[in-house]
Structures are given as structure tokens and as C-alpha cells.
């Protein structure tokens, strides 16, 4: 067996780190351009009320976000930290405004 010096492993390892580097630019890269694509289509005012359909409605009132995507995370997770000790009722968001 052939053994591999200290230049040879230096070598490899930078290929291999720069090989690495380039993949996740690449996913990177489309994962940005699958955002783009998705944020061209303007969601419909109904969409951007999320619910959860279960019994016993309760409202939900949170701060808004000024992008639309963050927004809707900020949306989500308003109601996942709402729902977390009442799993069994239903959340509507009614309203968002930005409070400061």
C-alpha cells in the first residue's frame, strides 16, 4: 500500500473541502430561486388566515411583520405557541398588526 504524505493529504483536503463548499452554494442557490418563484404569486388575502380546524374557536393577536414571509412564520408560530396547552380548539388569526 502506498502511503500519502503530509502534502498530498493537505491537497486532498482542500479539494474536498472546496467540493463540499460548491455543493451547498449549489443547493443554496436553488433553494433562493425556488423562494423567488414562490414569491412572485401573491397570496390571496385567505390564505394569509391560517386556522386550525379543530372545536372551540379562540383568536390569536400578534405582531406584523413587514415581509410577507415572515410574516407568515410570525403567523404560524403565534398560533403553534397558542395552541401548545389546548390542542383540541380552534385558532383563528383575525388580525395582524406590528406592535412596537
Excluded: C
Excluded at 425556488?34 to 405582531?63: D, F, G, N, Y
Amino acid at each position: 500500500m502506498e502511503s500519502i504524505s503530509i502534502m498530498d493529504g493537505l491537497v486532498l483536503t482542500i479539494v474536498s473541502m472546496l467540493v463540499v463548499f460548491i455543493v451547498l452554494a449549489a443547493i443554496w442557490g436553488l433553494v433562493e430561486m425556488v423562494s423567488a418563484l414562490i414569491s412572485r404569486q401573491e397570496p390571496t388575502e385567505e390564505s394569509t388566515k391560517t386556522s386550525l380546524t379543530t372545536s372551540h374557536p379562540q383568536t390569536v393577536h400578534h405582531q406584523m411583520v413587514p415581509n410577507k414571509k415572515y410574516q407568515q412564520v410570525a403567523e404560524l408560530m403565534a398560533l403553534v405557541l397558542a395552541s401548545e396547552d389546548k390542542p383540541n380548539k380552534k385558532f383563528e388569526i383575525i388580525e395582524s398588526k406590528r406592535v412596537k
